[in-house]
């Protein structure tokens, strides 16, 4: 069985940076996709960066590029999102996901995503 936990959100004021992290109890951390997606209020969820579990292959949205860095530590079986430049638009719930896949595969897409961690918030005003 697979968990994942978020940390780090909170509010900031435009142009900060918030770093969210996500835990992942796997023992098999090494072989899962793992991605950040976000959803603000009335909106669809929005895939936001994805990695492989080596850290190869990272994959950002348009909408996020050149601000966010989404990275890993395997030893620590953790995920993070290093959010730079924030603007009132990236104001939602955060949540990671995972799913087993091939080495150096990239899965951007929510629904082919088998474990969610809780979410959390993020507010920039």
């Known amino acids: 069985h697979v968990q994942l936990v978020e940390s780090g959100g909170g509010s900031v004021l435009p142009g900060g940076s918030l770093r969210l992290s996500c835990a992942v109890s796997?023992?098999?951390?090494?072989?899962?996709?793992l991605g950040w997606f976000r959803q603000a209020p009335r909106m669809n969820r929005e895939g936001v960066a994805a990695?492989?579990?080596?850290?190869?292959?990272?994959y950002y949205s348009e909408s996020v590029k050149g601000r966010f860095t989404i990275s890993q530590d395997t030893a620590k079986n953790t995920v993070y999102l290093q959010m730079n430049s924030l603007q009132p638009e990236d104001t939602g719930v955060y949540s990671c996901?995972?799913?087993?896949?091939?080495?150096?595969?990239?899965?951007?897409?929510?629904?082919?995503?088998?474990?969610w961690g809780q979410g959390t918030q993020v507010t920039v005003s």
């Open positions: 796997a023992s098999t951390f090494r072989i899962h996709c």
């Open positions: 990695i492989y579990a080596d850290g190869t292959n990272p």
């Open positions: 996901a995972a799913v087993s896949c091939p080495r150096g595969v990239v899965v951007a897409a929510a629904d082919q995503y088998e474990h």
